[in-house]
């Protein structure tokens, strides 16, 4: 396709690459699909999502620093995983330390990391220094105890205990109602389609 002018014949030519990528991509000829937004109010960018993360303040570190409970603690208190503290006695679960269990002397907010007793490397001067363990890679196998600590387990305790899965009678009676209400939404698009033909 030529034009008399160089910048359309371009412009024109590049479109129809754009358009046979798309469905070569997608299966669709026009525009590429846009992901759609799980929040409207939270943003979906991956620069502006690391940045919130990295940037984050203490208060919030603390809570994206949470470990996961061990068996009989989740069986106990009946909550998954809790922001983990100084004193907890902790069991690593990945990399080359997998397997020894330690206090944690440190958590280290500003580097992402807690420091274990025992887990500890040889410098070239001879002192040891302490490794740094990502909090995921860790479950806590015994909780260090206080007032605060126990108000945060009954609190996580009652929100968990709405999250229940739904037994099959449940599900049955739900999707019952569901197609019951399939003929009313067909009859109201059928309405709002005359509307607009009326204008």
């Known amino acids: 396709f030529f034009f008399n002018d160089t910048a359309t014949t371009e412009i024109y030519t590049r479109s129809l690459v754009?358009?046979?990528r798309c469905?070569?991509?997608t299966g669709t000829w026009g525009l590429r699909k846009k992901r759609m937004k799980t929040h409207s109010s939270v943003t979906s960018s991956r620069r502006k999502c690391r940045k919130a993360h990295f940037g984050a303040p203490s208060h919030i570190r603390r809570?994206?620093?949470s470990c996961h409970l061990s068996k009989d603690l989740k069986n106990q208190y009946h909550v998954r995983?809790?922001?983990v503290r100084k004193d907890d006695e902790v069991q690593?679960?990945?990399g080359n330390n997998k397997g020894k269990k330690g206090k944690v002397i440190q958590v280290y907010r500003k580097k992402w990391c807690l420091h274990v007793e025992k887990v500890t490397k040889d410098k070239a001067n001879g002192t040891q220094a302490q490794l740094?363990?990502?909090p995921s890679s860790c479950k806590i196998v015994t909780l260090k105890m206080d007032k605060d600590r126990?108000?945060?387990?009954?609190k996580k305790k009652v929100v968990a205990k709405g999250k229940g899965k739904y037994k099959a009678g449940q599900v049955e009676m739900g999707l019952e109602q569901a197609f019951s209400l399939?003929?009313?939404l067909y009859q109201f698009k059928k309405k709002k389609k005359k509307k607009k033909k009326k204008k």
Do not use: F
């Open 18 to 20: 754009g358009s046979v």
């Open 23 to 25: 469905v070569q991509e």
């Open 63 to 65: 809570r994206i620093m």
């Open 81 to 83: 995983a809790v922001p």
């Open 92 to 94: 690593i679960m990945r």
């Open 132 to 134: 740094p363990i990502h």
């Open 150 to 154: 126990k108000k945060l387990l009954e």
């Open 182 to 184: 399939l003929p009313l």
